[in-house]
């Protein structure tokens, strides 16, 4: 450690997030738009996850929060009415926060683009990188 990570680096451990995001990102973002209220800063994380120019502790922290919110089984599970997200809230909270000097506006700005572009009465299985509204 440097000192800057909140937990070892694992590139293994990094590696299997990193898939598991990969995988499930978008399908959860597009089954939950407009019903959690964090799917912005969850796109900003993602966002600033997969920017090259991030260091890789801090790939590895948001990759982490991310994967914990894509994965079906968490502490609190998802399906249960106003409190299945709140630790998954939490855990992205923590970790934006943590690293919060590397999440820029150019990651909020496409988090916003993206939600603009998708819009209300989007339908949300038609969102998702390369995809429109």
Not at 12 to 34: A, C, E, H, S, T
Not at 89 to 108: G, I, S
Request: hydrophobic fraction near 40%; charge should be positive; proline fraction near 8%.
């Amino acid at each position: 450690m440097t000192g800057t990570e909140i937990v070892p680096y694992d590139p293994d451990q990094y590696r299997r997030n990193r898939q598991r995001v990969k995988r499930g990102f978008w399908p959860k973002i597009r089954r939950n738009l407009g019903k959690v209220p964090f799917v912005e800063d969850a796109l900003a994380a993602y966002y600033c996850a997969v920017d090259r120019s991030t260091p890789t502790y801090v790939k590895a922290t948001l990759m982490t929060a991310l994967a914990y919110f894509v994965v079906p089984t968490d502490l609190l599970p998802d399906v249960i009415a106003a409190f299945g997200y709140t630790d998954d809230a939490t855990v992205l909270a923590l970790a934006v926060n943590a690293v919060a000097p590397h999440v820029k506006d150019r990651h909020r700005e496409s988090a916003r683009d993206f939600l603009q572009d998708a819009g209300a009465e989007a339908n949300p299985k038609e969102i998702g990188p390369g995809k429109t509204a």
